[in-house]
């Protein structure tokens, strides 16, 4: 498996670079301040979330 994904990803790799262009217009752009907060609350509650529910709870092995 390895003898065969490796060189197609190397191949894959050189091709993209010669071939493929940027052809987009670059503009500067503002930052979401609201769309980076709430990204950044939400992924702080999912992990709260796993590291608490993961903990033993009274008896059980399990949270």
């Known amino acids: ?6 060189p197609v990803g ?3 790799t050189v091709w993209a ?10 503009r500067p752009a503002r930052l979401d301040w ?6 950044a ?4 509650a999912v992990l709260v979330g ?3 529910g993961i903990q033993p709870y009274g008896g059980h092995t399990m949270g």
């Open 1 to 6: 498996m390895f003898l065969v994904s490796v």
């Open 41 to 44: 609350v939400g992924l702080i």
């Open 50 to 52: 796993i590291t608490y």
């Open 34 to 39: 609201w769309g980076n907060i709430t990204f």
């Open 10 to 12: 190397v191949f894959g």
């Open 17 to 26: 670079y010669l071939r493929l262009h940027d052809t987009g217009k670059r």
